[in-house]
């Protein structure tokens, strides 16, 4: 048995199409109980996630297409087979369809292993692993025999097909995708029996063959026509006909054959497993549940004039394995019915499927796996901080943690590990090819930690945040020991923004799995499509600012803790946000030439809150840097801050981002570096929420911890605010001539400028 870690929370994405898809998620939910009694399990019907209505429209239209318009079934199916981009543009759309409406459940549940059953749903986990950095190990099963390119996908840790024939067919639809076999997964009634004692439960003859018929729970097909052939090939047999939920298929049936001893009809019923067991072979149409639950019991399976699409896949596939005879023309399934020898051999190879596996080893083969195991290109937001770092303005965001006490490498080590993207490196690409993120298991978090003594925590800071990250390397640490112990971190900019950054190393620490507070000044925006216009109109409106003070490669950086209760307090006395009160303090302590500061502004949504990756737009601010009334420089700062936002400005800036995302490489990379610039703003201020307890670090409190920006080309001036515990702490990072501990300190002086003052 392979060795891994417990799962606490799994999490099913199944959909009420037919029950196959809910048949294997019921089988898995059982084999994960067997594994893991103590972990909770919750399901998920990918459908009804989709939006309202959804499930019944896409129920009709398979209906309507397996009954109506095989044809058009049969198209759609080849299509995706013969025209790759075809597939691949369908799983894209409803990959990202599917993904967005997913991605909130899956915050709130927070799963630590999810298994999907139904492919649309497949289609969303592997968009979300893609595109948020979804981490929880993620297992497709696929609940027909034959695979088809959109039960496939590359980002899937795990795709589980039914039988070894399977394999190479899953391998073609998605190449590069890691396939494994699992046992056929039914209800876990569905086992081999003995088929007397089942014959006695159900009252059938025991010295008479019984042949089964079963069309699924939704009984496509001409059951009427399967039943008379069936009396043809075995005129002494019994027939069962099992209609599902189909009523007019079993009133056709009534009609068709009468009164006749030798057909016993039966509509829906919880005694399938029985019936099986108690048969001598299963005929059906599809290949789907019925037909693995046959395998699970051990009888072979005749195929009689599958259905469109993927029954007549699954069908031509079991035959290939040897489990099933195709039966599509008269006659062929009574002649089939006549051979009993060959019966008798696939009776003995189903058993041999049915014994040769476990559903749990599939379970925990996908539980010891780690994800984005085949790496990911990097979305258009992550890309930006590739393309614009060089060895002048690297691109890291960082914190700088005061500590009441000593930590080790390991504390630091495992902080780290719990960040996502830190075991992997960030390839840059070339003019030709886009950059992205690859893991690499070689990558140890012990060796991204180095330490330093007898340095002052300036002298640390100030060296280790100047100088670049290793070619490729997505982290490192530094722990300063002394009389004032730290530890400082710096991650590559595309790995995340500042909220990611934070929500990933607090998993390395006892504030793992906890809310924080809510942002000092941000609220999610959700803006309509029609500010968007606006806020394009008011980003070409803006134009070009005069250069800033004077840029060098030297870092200078400032920290201050501002009292948390008394910057709120005075952002609620004077009318304003905290973040916009901190705008006006950091014009007062500037207090220069015209200035505009960048504002990352948040969109992260409740289904994005806990994704990886960078989700903000940006607003520019033209700060009044020479007004020297307080309460006048905090009016024209809220009044063009608020102004910003209602535009529609920071939507506006990630549409840019993600536009300019869709040219060539090439183009990509020379836009970005124009964009993000000093010709365009000449400060860049944040401000993060962060949490307002204790946290601890390998048993020593974080007593501060301080948000560490980058640079920008050309641009000298770089803060960060973020709340922690009691305090809202500033971290100004200075380049050139700018001297960021002063700034700081004068931030603290325009604070008090504040205090106490009324509108």
């Not at 937001?381 to 770092?389: K, N, P, Y």
Request: with cysteine; hydrophobic share 45%.
């Amino acid at each position: 048995m392979l060795d891994s870690a417990t799962p606490r929370r799994i999490l099913i994405l199944s959909a009420d199409m037919g029950e196959g898809h809910n048949a294997t998620g019921r089988a898995l939910r059982a084999a994960a109980g067997r594994l893991w009694p103590d972990a909770s399990t919750h399901w998920l019907d990918t459908l009804d996630v989709m939006g309202r209505g959804v499930g019944p429209a896409f129920r009709r239209i398979y209906v309507t297409n397996v009954e109506r318009t095989p044809w058009l079934y049969e198209f759609f199916y080849n299509s995706v087979w013969r025209y790759r981009w075809f597939a691949t543009a369908s799983k894209r759309f409803v990959g990202e369809w599917a993904g967005r409406r997913l991605a909130a459940r899956i915050d709130q549940i927070q799963p630590d292993l999810i298994l999907s059953t139904y492919p649309l749903g497949t289609a969303g986990l592997d968009w979300l692993r893609r595109h948020r950095g979804l981490e929880a190990p993620i297992g497709a099963w696929v609940s027909d025999f034959a695979p088809h390119p959109f039960w496939v996908y590359q980002g899937i840790d795990l795709n589980l097909v039914m039988h070894e024939v399977a394999v190479p067919v899953a391998a073609r639809s998605a190449p590069g995708a890691t396939v494994a076999i699992s046992a056929p997964t039914a209800d876990e009634v569905f086992r081999p029996g003995d088929r007397a004692a089942a014959r006695a439960e159900l009252e059938l003859p025991q010295d008479t063959f019984v042949s089964l018929v079963a069309c699924g729970s939704l009984g496509f097909g001409r059951s009427e026509d399967t039943v008379q052939e069936l009396l043809v090939g075995n005129p002494d047999g019994l027939v069962v006909v099992v209609c599902g939920r189909n009523e007019r298929l079993r009133a056709r049936i009534r009609a068709a054959i009468g009164d006749d001893p030798r057909v016993r009809i039966l509509g829906w019923t919880d005694q399938m497993s029985t019936l099986m067991v108690a048969a001598d072979v299963v005929v059906t149409n599809a290949g789907g549940a019925t037909s693995l639950e046959a395998l699970a019991v051990g009888r072979p399976v005749l195929m009689h004039r599958p259905i469109a699409a993927h029954g007549r896949a699954n069908a031509q596939l079991m035959a290939d394995a040897g489990i099933a005879v195709v039966c599509r023309r008269d006659g062929e399934l009574a002649e089939a019915m006549r051979d009993l020898p060959r019966l008798a051999q696939m009776e003995q190879l189903a058993l041999k499927q049915a014994d040769e596996r476990l559903v749990e080893e599939g379970l925990l083969a996908l539980n010891s796996t780690r994800p984005e195991r085949l790496g990911r290109v990097l979305s258009a937001e992550d890309s930006l901080f590739v393309h614009i770092a060089s060895p002048r303005v690297p691109q890291h965001v960082g914190t700088i943690m005061e500590m009441s006490g000593e930590v080790s490498v390991d504390d630091v080590a495992g902080m780290l590990d719990a960040m996502h993207g830190v075991r992997g490196h960030v390839d840059p690409g070339s003019w030709l090819r886009r950059p992205r993120w690859t893991q690499d298991e070689a990558v140890e978090a012990k060796a991204l930690v180095s330490e330093v003594d007898g340095v002052s925590l300036r002298e640390a800071v100030d060296s280790f945040y100047a100088r670049p990250l290793p070619a490729g390397a997505t982290a490192e640490a530094l722990i300063v020991h002394g009389s004032s112990p730290a530890v400082l971190i710096k991650l590559h900019h595309a790995l995340g923004d500042g909220v990611a950054v934070l929500r990933g190393l607090l998993g390395g620490t006892s504030g793992k799995g906890r809310a924080w507070a809510s942002p000092v000044g941000h609220q999610v925006s959700h803006k309509l499509p029609r500010l968007r216009l606006k806020g394009l109109l008011a980003l070409a409106r803006a134009g070009a600012v005069p250069r800033g003070p004077k840029f060098g490669a030297s870092r200078r950086l400032g920290l201050v803790k501002l009292p948390g209760a008394e910057v709120r307090a005075t952002a609620r006395g004077l009318g304003v946000t905290p973040t916009e009160l901190l705008l006006a303090m950091f014009a007062l302590a500037y207090q220069g030439d015209r200035l505009r500061v960048m504002v990352p502004w948040s969109l992260r949504g409740t289904d994005t809150l806990r994704a990886a990756g960078n989700w903000t737009g940006a607003l520019s601010v033209d700060l009044p840097v020479q007004e020297t009334d307080p309460l006048r420089c905090l009016e024209l700062v809220r009044d063009a801050l608020r102004a910003g936002v209602e535009s529609g400005a920071p939507e506006a800036a990630n549409f840019v981002v993600r536009l300019i995302g869709l040219l060539p490489a090439p183009a990509h990379r020379l836009l970005a570096r124009l964009v993000y610039q000093s010709r365009w703003f000449g400060a860049i201020a944040s401000v993060i929420p962060g949490p307002r307890w204790q946290v601890l670090l390998g048993g020593a409190e974080i007593e501060a911890a301080y948000a560490v920006l980058p640079l920008a080309e050309g641009v000298s001036i770089a803060w960060g605010a973020l709340t922690w515990g009691p305090h809202v702490t500033v971290c100004v990072t200075g380049g050139g001539a700018v001297d960021g501990s002063s700034l700081a300190e004068r931030m603290v002086d325009a604070l008090r400028e504040f205090s106490g003052r009324t509108p």
